[in-house]
Antibody
Framework: QVQLLQSGAEVKKAGASVKVSCHVSGNTLTELSILWVRQAPGKGLEWVGH????????IYAQKFQGRVTMTEDTSTDTAYMELSSLRSEDTAIYYC???????????WGQGTMVTVSS | SFDLTQPPSVSVSPGQTARITCSSDALSRQYTYWFQQKPGQAPVLVIY???ERPSGIPERFSGSSSGTTVTLTISGVQAEDEADYYCQSADNSATYVFGTGTKVTVL
């Protein structure tokens, strides 16, 4: 049974960077596409980007181009999402998700709260 | 990129039917997925590829598609169905988009 376990909450200063991890158990990361989504307090879901399992290519939402980097460590089956030049508007819960069936993102991590203070 | 438009809220009495729409010209060419999110929880997939229901999702959840509008229908709404619902789709360049979200209130 595949599970996604994300790293703990982070508090960062404006201008800093944050790196959120998503550990895969029950399967190998190379078999899975990883989606990253965020949700600001009281707001809707927002696609940040994803990494396709087929070719390892990272595709980022245009809004985050130049500030986000998604990487994977296949030796530990851990995916990472790093966001730089943080601003208060980046305060949100960041989720990772993957496809285990149905060719749809049906498995989600528990979320990581990132708070950016000025 | 494109936008997916949903009504902000839908209110329904227990046992009645709730219908949530999601509209975009792009939906005539791409599949739509629906997620349910309860407060403090991660989203849960309730419909995939417009009309398919994952294992474990109650039969009262169904999806339909007509041109540029897709609809999530909850038949015989129960109190536990009170949640936010989001549609999601993608374009040919693998850009993903989530709808604006609909809050379902069970009266």
């Amino acid at each position: 049974q595949v599970q996604l376990l994300q790293s703990g909450a982070e508090v960062k200063k404006a201008g800093a960077s944050v790196k959120v991890s998503c550990h895969v158990s029950g399967n190998t990361l190379t078999e899975l596409s990883i989606l990253w989504v965020r949700q600001a307090p009281g707001k809707g879901l927002e696609w940040v980007g994803h990494v396709e399992a087929e070719n390892g290519e990272a595709i980022y939402a245009q809004k985050f181009q130049g500030r986000v980097t998604m990487t994977e460590d296949t030796s530990t089956d851990t995916a990472y999402m790093e966001l730089s030049s943080l601003r208060s508007e980046d305060t949100a819960i960041y989720y990772c998700a993957t496809r285990t069936a149905y060719n749809a993102f049906d498995l989600w991590g528990q979320g990581t709260m990132v708070t950016v203070s000025s | 990129s494109f936008d997916l438009t949903q009504p902000p809220s839908v209110s329904v009495s227990p046992g009645q039917t709730a219908r949530i729409t999601c509209s975009s010209d792009a939906l005539s060419r791409q599949y739509t997925y629906w997620f349910q999110q309860k407060p403090g929880q991660a989203p849960v997939l309730v419909i995939y590829k417009d009309t398919e229901r994952p294992s474990g999702i109650p039969e009262r959840f169904s999806g339909s598609s007509s041109g540029t509008t897709v609809t999530l229908t909850i038949s015989g709404v129960q109190a536990e169905d009170e949640a936010d619902y989001y549609c999601q789709s993608a374009d040919n360049s693998a850009t993903y988009v989530f709808g604006t979200g609909t809050k379902v209130t069970v009266l």
